[in-house]
């Protein structure tokens, strides 16, 4: 239905992306451009790594009317574990053309990758026609009007957002605001809108009392368990919407806080016999799909998740729950969030804590009180690093874990698209203090470097290449415990870096991008 469009001039008045306004007449030029000079490329597979919602949209149908295969990827890292030639879309100015041949959507493959806890992509196809029934089932679930506004905090290169953010407004004739929303004060949507985001988007604009001036009509979430007090925060601006699913089967379920979820319309789930859920629709190619939650149903429609059993590992010949251990370093005051997992073959965790006097040891102590078993290696961070599509992101973890570098303990962050201020102590107790002086500790250089480095590719979610940092200057020696902010600024060019307190310059310098 949704490739119909493209061979007759109906639809070519309507506008279909917002700020700026383009209208479906122009999009299919700016497609046509790119059909052309995807035809001109012998390779058969278009990645599409999009951030811009109208560039991976233009290149997407570009790609099937090019009869190129198409692979969804968030993280242009893993391109490297791709095994097979690839084109890597830039962008085209419009052209004047049509659209010919015969496409069938139950014919066209659209390929997603998943990873789980092993960080190597699995590929996950889906046809385009299992896409579009997936969509109609959530227009008609919720009531979704013509002419709606579909506003995102999320990529579209993932199940998640290339149903909502690109198949549900091409399907159901919406409108795509063009501007992802990566920061509060981007929230200057104007008219009534329906936001894509998820639960550790949302639950950063809590921790900070955001307060829409224009609230969207509706908050549809996924990607990561939603915590009641932050559902209760939002429903008191919008209907907010949990959906639960994954790349293999899409959109499974919904909840409206509490702990039942309702299939959505076409969906059907029953348990397995070890209780995993088992999920049949038609939004995916297969018969059916066992996934590795514990369900319990509670009537035909409706259902409780249990836990995973893909968190129960075996350490020390014994079978540990991840999901158990973090419950139970939960219940410790100062935890504000945690998260158990296996790396190189050792137990780690990661805390955010709310109190810079605690040390891993005390939560390891505690945490003795419940287990036997107990994480071998701790760092203690401001936040669970999470994925575009809102999951933990074990590749960010590994990366923290792989380091021996001691973390600094961070009070706050405040970023933008383009600076951010980043609040923390080294403590004196940190491993780079060793030796560097005795009786005189003094902050090592290249442990500022090292940092200043390692937030800026956390905050603007990029890869500084790894070249020696320029115009570097140390104009103050930084002692254990002090409280300074780390001040970032990017540009077209490079990141600029200074660390101070109050008045007070202890270095700066950038890193060429």
């Known amino acids: ?37 995807f035809e001109k490329q012998h390779a058969a597979n278009v990645v599409l790594l999009c951030e811009n919602y109208f560039e991976f949209a233009f290149n997407f149908f570009a790609a099937i009317f090019a ?39 139950g014919e066209i493959m659209v390929n997603l990758f998943t990873s789980g806890s092993t960080g190597v992509p699995k590929n996950i196809g889906k046809t385009l026609r299992n896409l579009e029934i997936e969509a109609k089932a959530t227009i008609d ?6 002419g709606t506004v579909i506003a995102s905090t999320t990529s579209s290169a993932h199940s998640y957002g290339v149903a909502f953010n690109f198949i549900l407004p091409f399907y159901g004739d919406f409108k795509i605001n063009q501007k992802k929303i990566e920061f509060p004060e981007q929230f200057d949507i104007q008219g009534d809108y329906v936001l894509i985001s998820t639960p550790s988007f949302m639950e ?25 007090e932050i559902y209760d925060y939002f429903a008191k601006f919008s209907d907010v919407i949990d959906i639960y699913g994954s790349t293999e089967t899409g959109n499974i379920a919904f909840k409206r806080g509490g702990g039942i979820f309702t299939t959505i319309r076409g969906v059907e789930v029953c348990a397995a016999e070890d209780g995993r859920i088992t999920v049949k629709s038609d939004f995916f190619p297969a018969e ?37 251990l973090e419950n139970n370093l939960r219940t410790h005051a100062a935890v504000e969030a945690c998260h158990c997992f296996v790396y190189d073959e050792k137990l780690c965790c990661a805390v955010v804590c709310n109190d810079e006097t605690k040390e891993p040891a005390e939560f390891k102590r505690f945490l003795a009180g419940f287990s036997e078993i107990l994480p071998k290696k701790w760092r203690i961070l401001d936040e669970i690093p999470q994925t575009v599509s809102g999951k933990i992101d074990g590749a960010k973890l590994r990366k923290i874990f792989g380091s021996n570098l001691s973390m600094p303990f961070v009070f706050s962050r405040k970023c933008s698209a383009e600076s951010a201020e980043i609040e923390m102590i080294f403590k004196r107790n940190s491993n780079f203090f060793k030796g560097h002086f005795d009786g005189i500790p003094v902050l090592p250089g290249v442990v500022q ?22 115009k570097i200057k140390f104009s103050n020696v930084m002692k254990p415990d002090t409280r300074v902010t780390l001040r970032l600024a990017i540009n077209e060019k490079y990141v600029e870096f200074t660390y101070l307190a109050d008045d007070k310059i202890f270095s700066s310098g950038i890193f060429v991008k």
Do not use: W
């Open 1 to 37: 239905m949704i490739l119909e469009k493209f061979f007759t001039d109906k639809y070519d008045a309507q506008t279909i992306f917002l700020n700026p306004d383009v209208r479906f007449g122009e999009f299919k030029k700016f497609v046509c451009a790119q059909k052309k000079e």
């Open 67 to 105: 009869r190129k295969n198409i692979y969804l990827l968030t993280d242009k890292t893993r391109l490297n574990q791709l095994d097979f030639e690839y084109i890597l879309p830039e962008a085209p100015c419009a052209c004047e053309g049509g659209f010919e041949g015969d496409f069938v959507s």
């Open 141 to 146: 679930e919720f009531g979704l009007q013509e």
């Open 204 to 228: 950063k604009l809590a921790k900070y009392d955001f307060d829409f001036e224009n609230a969207p009509k509706k908050i549809f979430l996924a990607g990561a368990k939603l915590k009641e």
């Open 288 to 324: 059916k799909m066992v996934l590795n939650d514990i369900v319990e149903k509670v009537s035909e429609r409706e259902f409780v998740l249990k836990k995973r059993t893909d968190r129960i590992v075996k350490i020390q010949e014994k079978r540990i729950s991840l999901d158990e």
């Open 449 to 470: 470097l090292y940092y200043a480095r390692f937030f800026a590719e956390d905050v603007f979610g990029m890869e500084l290449p790894h070249a020696e940092a320029k």
